[in-house]
């Protein structure tokens, strides 16, 4: 079964609006079987429209679209499905009642042409709109295919697909076409060239498939398996999930949703260990990812931006001959900072990041993009030597990054 989406909307276009309704939709269509090949977006306009209505028939069994139900003149969506698809719209009564009573309890005066809203296929269904003035449509044609029509503000259109579109889907199509179901796997610490080439004889299996997805400071591999229900889909992901991790080790943090800085802050509970942040070049951004995590504050215990070369010396008594010596950019003064901030939040881990993050600062010595980061225990303190690419963004983002997974490591 294979579908397609068309978002519909001159605003996307030009960039004024993401498009969340049509990433929402895509997450749904897998759990009934359904595969997405294409997803489209067109302007307001009737022709561009009609081509990319008809060339999504011509491949896809259902086509969804997003958007253009309202009242003014350039929202065209329906009328133009009603052309492509052969069917007449018809004034729904009760969907023209609900649009006077929506006015009504506002006390304004209802448009006339608002009742262009309550125009439905006669060969089709209505999709109720309780939050809207618009109710979507199934479009029905004689081969056996269907054109879904859903509005565009994401307050009504997530309704509706919850609550009327799964309903249909599940009426028409069952399980037959089966389930599609993914995992992902989240790796810090190795670029995406390196795992692909220690994954690699599994990237040739088709069913599940595995695929490498490159994200600032991470790789992740989506794992994807088509089966007959949702058990047999968990199993076959599983099973390939334990293969990639017997090959990729703990280089593999987390899977789905789950970050990294949720991660430390389990494993910190999980030890009882209280943690202390010293950053510099990273502005406070690791400790803002801790303070992210519900419940951080049973282990999370200070963090300090000593961004001045003064703050490193009287806030964190980073001695000042190792900061003329050095440079603040060195290893000496990161494994100071972290021995630094661990005696002032009285931690038992303290973590430090200092580095030139650009786009200035850097010389032929230190370049943009060194980075120095330090861990310091009751077991003694080590440090790490970094160099990120990128723009300010990025190599702040990396830096944390590694310095997040530079303590989860600790803790395994």
Same mark, same amino acid.
């Given at each position: 079964?294979?579908?397609?989406?068309?978002?519909?909307?001159?605003?996307?276009?030009?960039?004024?609006?993401?498009?969340?309704?049509?990433?929402?939709?895509?997450?749904?269509?897998?759990?009934?079987?359904?595969?997405?090949?294409?997803?489209?977006?067109?302007?307001?306009?009737?022709?561009?429209?009609?081509?990319?209505?008809?060339?999504?028939?011509?491949?896809?069994?259902?086509?969804?679209?997003?958007?253009?139900?309202?009242?003014?003149?350039?929202?065209?969506?329906?009328?133009?499905?009603?052309?492509?698809?052969?069917?007449?719209?018809?004034?729904?009564?009760?969907?023209?009642?609900?649009?006077?009573?929506?006015?009504?309890?506002?006390?304004?005066?209802?448009?006339?042409?608002?009742?262009?809203?309550?125009?439905?296929?006669?060969?089709?269904?209505?999709?109720?709109?309780?939050?809207?003035?618009?109710?979507?449509?199934?479009?029905?044609?004689?081969?056996?295919?269907?054109?879904?029509?859903?509005?565009?503000?994401?307050?009504?259109?997530?309704?509706?697909?919850? /609550?009327? &579109?799964?309903?249909? =889907?599940?009426?028409?199509? +069952?399980?037959?076409? %089966? #389930?599609?179901? *993914?995992?992902?796997?989240?790796?810090?610490?190795?670029?995406?060239?390196?795992?692909?080439?220690?994954?690699?004889?599994?990237?040739?299996?088709?069913?599940?498939?595995?695929?490498?997805?490159?994200?600032?400071?991470?790789?992740?591999?989506?794992?994807?398996?088509?089966?007959?229900?949702?058990?047999?889909?968990?199993?076959?992901?599983?099973?390939?999930?334990?293969?990639?991790?017997?090959?990729?080790?703990?280089?593999?943090?987390?899977?789905?949703?789950?970050?990294? /800085?949720? &991660?430390?802050?389990? =494993?910190?509970?999980?030890? +009882?260990?209280?943690? %202390? #942040?010293?950053? *510099?070049?990273?502005?406070?951004?690791?400790?803002?990812?801790?303070?992210?995590?519900?419940?951080?504050?049973?282990?999370?215990?200070?963090?300090?931006?000593?961004?001045?070369?003064?703050?490193?010396?009287?806030?964190?008594?980073?001695?000042?001959?190792?900061?003329?010596?050095?440079?603040?950019?060195?290893?000496?003064?990161?494994?100071?900072?972290?021995?630094?901030?661990?005696?002032?939040?009285?931690?038992?881990?303290?973590?430090?990041?200092?580095?030139?993050?650009?786009?200035?600062?850097?010389?032929?010595?230190?370049?943009?993009?060194?980075?120095?980061?330090?861990?310091?225990?009751?077991?003694?303190?080590?440090?790490?030597?970094?160099?990120?690419?990128?723009?300010?963004?990025?190599?702040?983002?990396?830096?944390?990054?590694?310095?997040?997974?530079?303590?989860?490591?600790?803790?395994?």
């Amino acid at each position: 079964m294979l579908a397609e989406i068309i978002s519909v909307g001159t605003e996307l276009l030009l960039g004024q609006i993401v498009d969340t309704n049509a990433a929402y939709l895509s997450k749904l269509l897998p759990e009934f079987g359904i595969d997405l090949h294409y997803r489209v977006t067109v302007g307001d306009n009737e022709e561009r429209l009609t081509e990319a209505l008809r060339q999504a028939l011509s491949r896809s069994d259902i086509v969804f679209t997003i958007g253009g139900l309202g009242p003014t003149e350039d929202d065209i969506t329906r009328e133009t499905v009603a052309k492509v698809v052969g069917d007449a719209m018809v004034l729904d009564e009760e969907a023209a009642e609900h649009m006077r009573s929506f006015f009504a309890a506002r006390g304004i005066r209802m448009p006339e042409t608002n009742f262009k809203q309550a125009m439905v296929p006669r060969r089709g269904r209505k999709l109720a709109n309780p939050l809207g003035t618009a109710p979507g449509a199934v479009f029905e044609t004689d081969d056996g295919k269907a054109v879904i029509v859903l509005p565009g503000p994401p307050g009504e259109f997530v309704p509706m697909v919850n /609550e009327c &579109v799964t309903l249909y =889907l599940r009426e028409r199509f +069952g399980q037959a076409s %089966g #389930i599609i179901k *993914s995992r992902v796997l989240r790796i810090a610490g190795l670029g995406e060239s390196s795992v692909e080439e220690i994954v690699k004889p599994l990237l040739s299996s088709r069913n599940p498939t595995v695929a490498p997805l490159a994200s600032v400071g991470e790789v992740r591999l989506r794992i994807t398996a088509k089966a007959s229900g949702p058990e047999e889909a968990e199993k076959m992901l599983d099973d390939m999930d334990q293969k990639l991790v017997a090959k990729l080790g703990n280089s593999v943090f987390g899977r789905d949703e789950e970050t990294l /800085e949720q &991660v430390v802050v389990r =494993l910190l509970i999980e030890r +009882g260990l209280r943690l %202390g #942040i010293a950053e *510099s070049c990273t502005g406070g951004l690791i400790a803002n990812r801790i303070t992210d995590v519900p419940g951080c504050s049973t282990t999370f215990l200070a963090g300090v931006v000593s961004y001045s070369n003064k703050a490193k010396q009287d806030i964190l008594g980073v001695p000042e001959h190792l900061l003329i010596e050095h440079g603040a950019v060195s290893e000496e003064v990161a494994r100071a900072m972290a021995e630094g901030v661990r005696k002032v939040a009285r931690a038992d881990i303290g973590i430090s990041v200092t580095g030139i993050a650009g786009p200035s600062g850097g010389t032929p010595e230190k370049p943009v993009g060194l980075v120095y980061m330090a861990l310091a225990s009751d077991k003694g303190t080590v440090a790490y030597r970094h160099r990120f690419m990128g723009s300010r963004k990025d190599i702040k983002w990396r830096s944390s990054q590694a310095a997040l997974d530079m303590l989860r490591l600790s803790l395994i």
